[in-house]
């Protein structure tokens, strides 16, 4: 099992063996392109649909958003100007279709529900291009999460 939802998306990107190693919050140092980031917690709220609010022992639902991101070349040199594609397009779909409704079995919270809400691809420097899938982990709140009063 997995302590964090990054570590839960990792174990299941990796299970599927789709060719690319996947990272928690960053890649080592020096990690040549393709991989995979896993950066959790890039916002957290309640799901204010779900749950009886004035019931203080209620099952109350997070909302975690998580980016996982696909760092690839998009050339590679061929001899003189002629270069060729090397970035593996249908991949960052393919991660996506992985995790959209997937239960994240190795989560240490229930998770209710996995929403992929975005896709973007962005061209940036050194000859890369991040692919970012956005996701929505929605997860039982943990008890180990809630301060004692």
Do not use: C, W
Not at 75 to 96: C, F, H, M
């Amino acid at each position: 099992m997995a302590a964090t939802t990054s570590g839960a998306i990792k174990a299941r990107l990796e299970g599927l063996q789709f060719g690319v190693p996947v990272f928690r919050d960053g890649p080592r140092e020096g990690q040549a392109p393709p991989f995979v980031v896993v950066t959790e917690a890039l916002s957290t709220g309640m799901d204010t649909a779900n749950g009886d609010f004035g019931d203080p022992d209620a099952e109350l639902t997070i909302v975690e958003k998580v980016a996982v991101d696909l760092i690839q070349t998009a050339r590679s040199k061929t001899g003189g100007a002629t270069t060729k594609n090397v970035e593996r397009y249908g991949l960052a779909e393919a991660i996506a279709h992985a995790l959209h409704g997937h239960g994240l079995p190795a989560h240490p919270a229930k998770v209710t529900a996995v929403r992929v809400t975005d896709i973007d691809r962005f061209p940036i420097s050194d000859n890369r291009v991040r692919t970012s899938v956005t996701v929505q982990v929605h997860r039982v709140l943990l008890r180990s999460e809630v301060a004692p009063a």
